[in-house]
């Protein structure tokens, strides 16, 4: 690929360059501008004029110079095999490639861009979009082979960039609703994230399309960003493997990565369950899920809720039950946006099964309760302690009434006792990565797994686990 | 010439050279109340006199006034956008199919106040619980992209390394530590030098500069400093007119070129090889 016909350098040495605004010849787009976009939309073949690079409104040497201009980029790709869900990933590439060219920065994305051209580089002679279409339309070609054709349109005509915005916000939310539709099944690989290994050494957090990471910061699609910019760094991919039950959210390939993260000591992990073999998790995760014994249902307790939960603990000691990168069934560390997937908590009953949470909480994830089922869930307006827990759940007749004993009703009432908040036994000490030891077994004894912990120079503790129990208690 | 010779050669080079030939990461430190941020403004002020016009300023003391101190009104902090980043995701606001490292870095760049010899960074600080290592990581990223585009960072620092860690490339080519004649002012730069080891930044120079001392006391800090294996590389005078800017809100950019405080952070710039 040549670009000896355009007036300026081009290459990814350019990529984080930064137009100052002494230096820079004009702002197209940018936050003082209304209007401005970029889209870009996979059309048939017949409708792409390869090579094509269009200028609605004035070109680049005719805008005011140390002004800011709305603006706006329409790439229009065909080919054979191209599909729209394409459409995304392809657009973000918009922005690397504007970057490779020398004097022209380019932010964000979407109806968001802002874009610096330097007063050097329309000096050298890049006084036209043409050239900068020409690049963008090569570099799409040369990095997607399966792009035949591409044509571009810049905007620059402030009722031309209007028209178009709203027609480019309607692509954006239509491809929001998809990616919010995208289920585990459409996707081949998992990301895991160890970026809070300082807290948690030895967790992984598995990311999935339809289970955001515990922070509640980070999507599948976040996940793949980060791997792509750094696959060094601490998101990477996580090969699915063999789907053992989509409703467990059991996948061979993530009991991998688990039993690898921590050390041995987590052998399977179900993403979507709560009681049989939950996910680990960091400490960072924005609401702790808790299972209630005395009701069979599950309540939930964000990090800003001041109180004490339904259960009389505060959210700092439910953390502590399962913070750490620990697996400890009935207690997982859950994102608010996991709360919005259909597949959370799914093996208990997900939604279903859920009677108390703060009112905060509750609101925000309105939209994803269903609807008969939202003024049966608790908060604490309703319930703040078991007994009234359990009185409003009979009165409003909640599902998990029915999983109640029938004698029930005769029983005397109980002690409103808290579950026992068990000391954590998380120390968070720093452990040296070393694959669990295993023995061979002693003549007609039994064998042994030995880990080492809190490793430095000298092992400060050994655990023997006999391997035959852990066996018997699986 | 073998590979090797030349790269003696330029390690020598390197020795001899101001450092704002090539790009270059200045911090400034030490304990509150020290005169740090004065410091960091006329030190500013010579780098700009030198002719010197990439240079990106970072206030990364949430508890200074450099920007007051410069004449400059600041609209929104690093920290401030930080939060309300991680507020639109907590809240769900963020479309699912766009970049936040795209959204973030725009953020930033808004909050970058542009000049024509300098830029300048806010950082402020983040508020609101919750966790901000995603944010962070996003964060180390955009300030590297950022920094990497101009010959002289410098920034004016709390006494810890926070941001000087949260950089990608830790390095730090110069640490000057500002002290008044106090034990503790010297110590904080013991602890520095110190710490910096700790968590893996390098800090290829360390000088510390005294301000507001005493005449009759400088022989003595000087003498500490040196106890301590510390550079000692020039007191900075008490100045009255550095006070009156002060109270009238006027920009220290604006001291005359005689003002003998300023003179005095001019000729440390050059013992330092910063000019």
Known sequence: MSFADIPVDVGVVYEGERVRKEQMFVELGGPDEDHKFELLLVKPMEEVEDGKVEVVGPDLKDLPEGEHVPFGVKVEVAGEQLERDLEGVFERRIHDFFNYIQGVMHLNQRDTIWLRVAKSSVQKGLDSFRYIGLVLQRMFKAEFPIIEKAQVTFYTDPKAVEEQLKFAREVYEARDARVRGMRDEDVDEFYGCTLCQSFAPTNVCIITPQRYAACGAISWLDARASARINPSGPNFPIPKGECKDPDLGWYTGVDEAAKKYSMGEIEHINLYSLLDHPPCICGCFEAVAFYIPEVDGIGIVHRDFKGVAVNGLPFSTLADQTAGGRQVPGFNGISIEYMRSSRFFKPEGGWSRVVWLPKAVKERVKDAIPPELYDKIATEEDATNLEELKEFLKRVNHPVVERWPKEEEEEEVEEAAPPEAAPPTFAPTVQVPMQPVTMPAAPAGPSFKISFKNVRVRAEKLVFRKLEEEKKKK | ?275
Do not use: W
């Open chain 2, 1 to 275: 010439m073998s590979s090797r010779d030349i790269y003696q050669l330029m390690v020598k080079a390197k020795e001899v050279l101001p450092y704002s030939l090539g790009k270059c990461v200045v911090s400034v430190s030490g304990k509150g109340g020290v005169g740090k941020t004065t410091f960091t403004a006329l030190l500013l002020k010579a780098l700009i006199e030198e002719g010197m016009d990439s240079i990106l300023v970072v206030d990364a003391d949430p508890d200074t006034n450099l920007p007051d101190v410069l004449g400059i009104e600041v609209k929104r902090t690093v920290g401030e956008v930080v939060t309300r980043m991680k507020k639109d995701i907590d809240e769900g606001k963020i479309p699912p199919g766009t970049d936040k490292e795209l959204m973030l870095e725009a953020m930033i760049s808004e909050t970058l106040i542009e000049g024509s010899s300098f830029d300048m960074l806010v950082m402020g600080r983040p508020e609101g619980e919750g966790c901000y290592c995603f944010v962070n990581l996003l964060l180390t990223r955009i300030l590297d992209r950022l920094t990497s585009n101009y010959r002289i960072t410098l920034m004016d620092m709390e006494a810890g390394l926070e941001h000087v860690s949260r950089r990608t490339d830790r390095d730090v080519d110069i640490m000057v530590v500002v002290t008044d004649a106090s034990k503790m002012g010297l110590l904080t730069a013991q602890r520095i030098r110190r710490l910096a080891r700790e968590v893996h930044v390098e800090i290829r120079q360390l000088y510390v500069v005294g301000n507001q001392i005493p005449p009759e006391l400088e022989g003595v800090v000087r003498k500490r400093a040196q106890d301590l294996a510390l550079k000692y590389v020039g007191s900075i005078p008490f100045d009255k007119e550095i006070m009156e800017y002060n109270l009238v809100g006027r920009s220290l950019l604006e001291l005359p070129s005689q003002n003998p405080a300023y003179a005095a952070v001019r000729e440390i710039a050059q013992t330092i090889r910063l000019v």
